[in-house]
C-alpha cells in the first residue's frame, strides 16, 4: 500500500484539542498513554511547505502509534502561509509558544517536562530543528525568546533544514520566498533566524530520517547537515531509508516507521 493512504483517511480521535493561544490555528491535539505517567512527550509538527492547505490531521496516525508505545504526543496546529499572521514570524511564533504551552499542560497530564522530543515532517522538519536551535538566538533578535522549553532532541523526518538551500532548489514550487517574505539577500538576516542550516551547531541531539528516493525534499539536505552538524562538534545522526520516498517516514504501517520509533527512542 502506497504511504499517501495517511494524507486522505480519518485518523484516530485525540484524547484532547487544546488552544495554546487566542488565534483559529494555535491549538495542539494531545493524546495521553495509559497509566498514571509521568509521560514522556513528543511535539509532533506536520509538514506541507508551510501552506494553510495543509493541516495536521493527517499526523494523527503517527500520533496514535507513538501514544500506544507509551509516549503522549501534543501535535501542533499553527498559522501558515495563506493565513493572517502566518508566514515569517507567525508560523515560527506559533511552534515555540506551542512547544513552550508545554508547561501549562504538564501538571494536569502528567507530562514529564525532562523528557520532551520535537519531531516534524518535511517544513514540520525545519520547525523542529529550529526549535531545537531556538535557543542560541540572542536578546534583540527577532524570535528571541526568553527561556525556551528544553528538548532531549529533535528528529526531522525529510526536513527542510536548509532553507536558503531550499530557496536556491525552488522547493515547493518556490514557497521558501513566500514563507519568509523574501529572498536570502533580501532578508539575509530572517535567513540567519529562521534556518536551522544557520543556527548550526544546534547544541542538541538530532536524528535526521530521509528517504533515499524522495523527490519532494533531496536526502543530500539531510545529508549535508548532518554532515556540517558533526564537522561543528553536534550530537547528530543521519539515517537514510533506501528506496523510500517522501510519505513512508509519517506512515505507522510502512516497513520504514520502525526506524522513526527508534530515533525518538533514542533520545528519550
Keep these: 500500500m502506497s504511504s499517501m493512504w495517511v494524507l486522505d483517511t480519518p485518523a484516530p ?3 484532547a484539542r487544546i488552544a495554546y493561544g487566542e488565534q483559529p490555528h494555535q491549538f495542539g491535539d494531545l493524546r495521553l498513554p495509559d497509566g498514571p505517567g509521568p509521560h514522556p512527550v513528543v511535539v509532533v509538527v506536520h509538514g506541507g511547505f508551510w501552506r494553510a492547505k495543509y493541516g495536521l490531521e493527517h499526523a494523527g496516525h503517527l500520533c496514535a502509534d507513538l501514544t500506544q508505545r507509551g509516549f503522549a504526543t501534543w501535535s501542533l496546529e499553527y498559522r501558515r502561509v495563506g493565513h493572517e499572521g502566518g508566514g515569517w514570524p507567525g508560523t515560527l511564533e506559533d511552534v515555540a509558544r506551542g512547544t513552550d ?3 501549562t499542560l504538564a501538571p494536569s497530564h502528567a507530562l514529564d ?3 520532551v522530543v520535537a519531531l516534524g515532517h518535511s517544513a514540520g522538519g525545519h520547525l523542529v530543528a529550529w526549535l531545537g536551535g531556538r535557543h542560541k538566538l540572542r536578546p534583540g533578535e527577532a524570535l528571541h525568546q526568553e527561556a525556551p522549553l528544553p528538548l532531549r532532541g529533535v528528529v526531522p523526518l525529510a526536513g527542510v533544514v536548509d532553507l ?3 530557496f536556491g532548489h525552488r522547493l515547493g514550487d518556490g514557497i521558501v520566498e513566500t514563507f519568509v517574505g523574501g529572498t536570502p539577500s533580501l532578508v ?3 535567513y540567519r533566524t529562521a534556518s536551522p542550516a544557520a543556527l548550526q551547531p ?3 541531539p538530532q536524528v535526521l530520517v530521509h528517504g ?3 523527490d519532494t525534499v533531496p536526502v543530500s539536505m539531510s545529508e549535508d547537515f548532518c554532515a556540517r552538524g558533526r564537522a561543528l562538534g553536534d550530537d547528530v545522526r543521519c539515517v537514510t531509508l533506501p528506496g523510500a520516498g517522501h510519505f ?6 510502512s516497513r520504514e516507521w520502525p526506524h522513526v520509533v527508534a530515533a525518538v527512542q533514542s533520545l528519550m
Design 13 to 15: 480521535d485525540a484524547d
Design 101 to 103: 504551552f508545554l508547561r
Design 248 to 253: 513512508e517516514v509519517i506512515d505507522p504501517r
Design 113 to 115: 517536562l525532562s523528557r
Design 212 to 214: 533515499t528516493e524522495d
Design 202 to 204: 544546534l547544541g542538541v
Design 188 to 190: 539575509p538576516e530572517r
Design 164 to 166: 536558503a538551500r531550499a
